[in-house]
């Protein structure tokens, strides 16, 4: 089984910035898609930003204008980079790996907490 290890949360005042990491175990099996997740007090949880191994990304709505997601196919990590955070960013940021070839997977990490204070 693919673990997915998510780092790099943690409180920030607002205009802050904030950079997760997500690692993969067992790199032999590389994830087609990566991505990041995110969930608010009471909310759905929602795209933030997914990437290809080829590196197309795709992003949530109201997500490209200070996020950025980018990867590192060697080491199986992605990672988001979160500029100029406001408090509605708060939230538990998950990290998401798929593969559609042998093996297949769809992975969830634990979940990172990035809280914004105004």
Request: glycine share 12%.
């Amino acid at each position: 089984q693919v673990q997915l290890v998510e780092s790099g949360g943690g409180l920030v005042q607002a205009g802050g910035s904030l950079r997760l990491s997500c690692a993969a175990s067992k790199p032999q099996y590389t994830a087609n898609t990566m991505g990041w997740y995110r969930q608010a007090p009471g909310n759905q949880r929602e795209l933030v930003a997914t990437i290809t191994t080829g590196g197309i990304t795709h992003y949530g709505d109201s997500m490209t204008d200070r996020f950025t997601i980018s990867r590192d196919n060697a080491k199986n990590t992605v990672y988001l980079h979160l500029d100029s955070l406001k408090p509605e960013d708060t939230g538990v940021y998950y990290c998401n790996a798929v593969r559609s070839s042998w093996p297949p997977f769809n992975y969830w990490g634990q979940g990172t907490q990035v809280t914004v204070s105004s």
